[in-house]
Nanobody, 125 residues
Framework: QVQLVESGGGLVQAGGSLRLSCAAS????????MGWFRQAPGKEREFVAA????????HYADSVKGRFTISRDNVKNTVYLQMNSLKPEDTAVYYC??????????????????WGQGTQVTVSS
């Protein structure tokens, strides 16, 4: 099983940038599709971005397309989320997760597991 730890959240003004990191334990990180999600207060968790095992394939929610970039480093067992042009509506707890199985064939994945504890992102207006 993979354990995930997110970091990099914080308080930023609208228009600013943050880079989130998600560090994975274990030697199977590169075998999983990875995803970022977020949950704002009083709202359901929503998909943000996904990345393929090699990193060459990416998929984004329409709300972040063109502003956020997902990437991964399979040597460092880490997936990143570069967030630019942040808006107050991006305020949420951000989580990373893995596909439900290594070498999964569904792209982008429909379900995720091994959720991290989350990192808070707050964007002030």
């Amino acid at each position: 099983q993979v354990q995930l730890v997110e970091s990099g959240g914080g308080l930023v003004q609208a228009g600013g940038s943050l880079r989130l990191s998600c560090a994975a334990s274990g030697r199977t990180f590169s075998s999983y599709y990875m995803g970022w999600f977020r949950q704002a207060p009083g709202k359901e968790r929503e998909f943000v971005a996904a990345i393929s095992r090699s990193g060459r394939g990416t998929h984004y929610a329409d709300s972040v397309k063109g502003r956020f970039t997902i990437s991964r480093d399979n040597v460092k067992n880490t997936v990143y989320l570069q967030m630019n042009s942040l808006k107050p509506e991006d305020t949420a707890v951000y989580y990373c997760a893995t596909d439900t199985q290594p070498y999964g064939t569904m792209w982008p994945p429909l379900r995720y597991e091994n959720w991290g504890q989350g990192t808070q992102v707050t964007v002030s207006s």
